[in-house]
Each structure stands twice: as C-alpha cells, then as structure tokens.
C-alpha cells in the first residue's frame, strides 16, 4: 500500500512569491491535512480537506491556502512569501479525519531568501 | 485548547526502558492522547492512543491517570533506532476537531550504546 506522497521535496524561492505544494494520501482516505514545521513553532496545523471541502482551518493567514480534488489529492498554496515561511510542510492523510491514526508523508521543505 | 508540555530532550541506554510524560493539564472530556515517533527528514508516525488508563500494543504502552491531566509514553528496551523526537497529541478523534488538535513541543530522545 503506497503512502503518503508529497511533492517536491525541497525547493528554494524568494520573498514575495508564491509556491504551490502537492501531497497524494493514501487510498481511500478521503481526509487531508497540513501542518508546517518550524524548529521556533513546532508542528503546527494549518487546514484539513474533507471530500474536497475545508473542514477545519488553524491560526494561519490568508496566504496559506489550500483544495482537495476529487481525487483527494491535496495542494497548498502560499503567496507573497516571507523569510517566516521557511518550514517543513507536512500533509497527512486518513480515512476519515483524526480518529485513529495519521499518516504523514515525508514533507516539502521550503526556503525561502 | 489543550496545552501540552513535554521534557525537551532524555538520553537513555540500549535495553532500558524510557518513560516520556506529557502534561496536558486542559484536556477536555473528548479529547484523546495520541504519540508520534519523527526522525530527521521525515514525516510523524503514528506510535500509540488512548484515552484513559492503559493501552499496549508490539512497540509501547500508554498510561493515563484517572484525571488525564498527564499521560506516560513507555517504551520498553530502547534500541539505538529509537533515537529520534517523540510528539504527544491532544485532541478530539471525531473528525472535526483537527483546529483543536495541539503537538507539544516534542522530546528529543537520545539512546547510547
């Protein structure tokens, strides 16, 4: 059973653009989340999709963003980038929300100059 | 929301056990207690849950007091891939609580030869 596939894994961009992030979940999980990882913060959520619909949104600004497509392939988005956005970005998936287990893919770092 | 507070690191021995509290002294009537195991460059996965008292499965057991103010990560005969950061989670398993779902801070476990 593949996992959680997260795409690119790395990449470097500069302050004031934007960048599109990709995560794949397991089959059959119809719950995508996203979390962003920074050593002062920790692991923090950012939004969860649901059958293609935002069901929950954590304390992030409107530059993150985010969709689900019927597929239940995930992407997030972050515009008009800032130093501050460098992290780890996470998505985990699972068949129906928190209940039981996530599983994380390996995440998409990003830097940001 | 749930605080949680962890020790920020431990060091331990091959073949010891290590036992990892976590305090969440907010935790509220529906809130579950879940631990994520990371290493460097990965994403979480999905150690142990549990709700009250005591739960066991092949890799760890989970205690939780009456009064679920703290749970204890235990992890019998620690082996030197166990080196890794141990997350304890709080939050409500029914699929709509994921913006009430908080990561403490996460402890660095070092095991030693």
């Known amino acids: 059973k593949a996992g959680v596939t997260q795409t690119p894994r790395y990449l470097i961009k500069t302050r004031g653009q934007q960048v599109t992030l990709s995560c794949s979940p397991i089959s059959g999980h119809r719950s995508v989340s996203w979390y962003q990882q920074t050593p002062g913060q920790g692991l923090q959520f950012l939004f969860e999709y649901f059958s293609e619909t935002q069901r929950n949104k954590g304390n992030f600004p409107g530059r993150f963003s985010g969709r689900q497509f019927s597929n239940s392939r995930s992407e997030m988005n972050v515009s008009t980038l800032e130093l501050g956005d460098s992290a780890l970005y996470l998505c985990?998936?699972?068949?129906?929300?928190?209940?039981?287990?996530?599983?994380f893919g390996e995440g998409s770092r990003l830097t940001v100059l | 929301l749930a605080k949680t507070t962890q020790p920020i690191s431990m060091d331990s021995y091959e073949g010891q056990e290590v036992n990892i509290t976590c305090s969440h002294n907010n935790i509220a009537t529906n809130d579950y207690i879940t631990w994520y195991q990371q290493f460097p460059s990965q994403g979480p996965r999905f150690i142990i849950q549990?709700?009250?008292t005591k739960v066991t499965n092949e890799v760890a057991s989970l205690f939780i007091p009456a009064d679920r103010k703290s749970s204890t990560l235990s992890l019998p005969r620690v082996s030197l891939s166990d080196t890794a950061v141990y997350y304890c989670?709080?939050?409500?398993?029914?699929?709509?609580?994921?913006?009430?779902?908080?990561f403490g801070t996460g402890t660095r476990l070092l095991v030693s030869p």
């Open positions: 549990g709700y009250k």
């Open positions: 985990a998936s699972s068949f129906q929300g928190f209940a039981g287990e996530l599983f």
């Open positions: 989670l709080v939050g409500d398993p029914l699929g709509t609580g994921f913006q009430k779902l908080v």
